[in-house]
């Protein structure tokens, strides 16, 4: 007679879940979300709000927008989850919606703050090197640049996301976030290239 | 020691992906990440309450479908039971009396003969 394996006797060692593992475990928790288990659906909030953050962030002019757009993205994706196919990746599905919640917010923003100062857009939502002027002429930088560049700029540059993912997001072919993506780089160099450091 | 550019097609790129990097780093401290997973299912848990009327409404239109239904088998059996009444109401009308004179008329006839032939025998 064979005896029950004892599988408290070993300590499995904690390993982080392979990419198919964490895709499985993903499509558990949107199944379980879209048969109306919050708790799933918290988990999944869990697993996703960074990226969804990063995101959000990159389309924003400021960090209580980017919060906005990451909660409003949540709330969109709840109620659009029956209309979600487990077969589609979450995430990429996931960072669209949130896109378009921070496309929103920066339009909705752009009617309210017509009349505003240009320096209330764009600022970071933390300055860790205030007094750098790398940093500084930077925030400037960015400032000038048109929204849909300084987000793609942010997206690849910063977030790593590739050019037909950035299309993706904020609705536009891949070869136009690719331009973007030169015309941004372009200008900040323009804009930064006579900076000099001493090595 | 040289001064070089740092930014530019000869310059160091990545000094710029780094202030990039420096200037929108996410908040690093988890239990920001935790109290906006909390905001955001507290949002959820009051949209899900909010639409209470969405099952309510559900259950309407199935009322409504169901009453719908039940109006429709009323009106075709009333329609029925109506072509039902007519329909006795020729047979009571047009048909029966058609059958009970000429049964009348018979007996009368037949009564009459009788009459005749009595008065034939009883005739001086």
Do not use: C
């Amino acid at each position: 007679m064979l005896a029950a394996p004892n599988l408290h006797a070993t300590p499995m060692p904690l390993e982080p879940p392979t990419e198919s593992e964490a895709r499985a475990r993903e499509r558990v928790l949107v199944l379980r979300a879209q048969r109306g288990h919050r708790e799933a659906f918290a988990e999944l909030v869990r697993v996703h709000e960074r990226r969804a953050y990063a995101v959000a962030r990159a389309i924003t002019a400021t960090h209580e927008d980017a919060e906005d757009a990451v909660q409003e993205g949540f709330l969109h994706a709840f109620r659009a989850l029956d209309r979600f196919r487990p077969e589609q990746a979450f995430g990429a599905w996931l960072h669209r919606i949130v896109a378009n919640a921070a496309l929103d917010i920066g339009r909705r923003r752009k009617v309210r703050d017509a009349d505003a100062l240009p320096e209330n857009v764009s600022l970071p939502f933390r300055d860790p090197a205030e007094h750098d002027e790398l940093t500084r002429r930077l925030v400037a930088g960015l400032r000038d640049l048109p929204g849909r560049q300084r987000a793609v700029i942010v997206l690849h540059d910063v977030e790593g996301f590739t050019h037909g993912e950035i299309g993706e997001m904020l609705g536009i072919p891949e070869g136009t976030a690719r331009s973007d993506l030169h015309h941004a780089r372009a200008a900040l160099r323009r804009r930064l290239g006579d900076l000099r450091s001493e090595r | 020691m040289t001064l070089e550019p740092r930014i530019g097609p000869r310059g160091r790129d990545d000094d710029l992906t780094r202030a990039l990097r420096a200037l929108y780093a996410a908040p690093t401290d988890p239990a920001y990440w935790d109290a906006l997973a909390r905001r955001i299912m507290t949002r959820v848990g009051k949209d899900v309450e909010g639409d209470w009327s969405l099952p309510l409404a559900r259950w309407a239109r199935i009322g409504v479908i169901a009453a719908g239904a039940a109006l429709a088998v009323a009106s075709v059996a009333l329609t029925r039971s109506r072509d039902a009444q007519a329909r006795l109401a020729f047979h009571t009308i047009i048909e029966t009396p058609r059958t009970a004179p000429l049964q009348i008329a018979t007996e009368q006839e037949t009564g009459s003969e009788r009459e005749a032939t009595l008065r034939y025998v009883i005739a001086p």
